[in-house]
């Protein structure tokens, strides 16, 4: 098995690519390449699988390829868009400080 075993896949993922993916790290001639490394890293894992695993799994922080196992003699290929923008702001930090006063307690003390 090799990568031109994908290329219709490839093909739709790179026509998918440029008309609707916006990323700011990976121009289209970048993500051709990623693709097609981890559809080799992919084929490797699918290859080399253990006996009750049907998959190839392969990604990086923006595709995900997977091959599966079926009946014919070719995998099925999924690849997949991550759900990654770089604009998405990191979780603030916690800086509320825990009370542990019970809550009749907080209720009294804010009636009085």
Known sequence: MIVETFKPEIAEALKAYQAYVICIDKTPEDFEVSLVSLVTKAI?????????????????????VILSQNDGPRPL?????????????????RTVETISQPIEQSRRASED
């Open 77 to 93: 290929c999924g690849i997949y868009f991550n759900l990654h923008s770089p604009y998405q702001k990191p979780p603030l930090s």
């Open 44 to 64: 490797r894992a699918f290859e080399s699988r253990g006996p009750q695993l049907r998959h190839g799994i392969a990604l990086d922080k923006y595709i995900t």
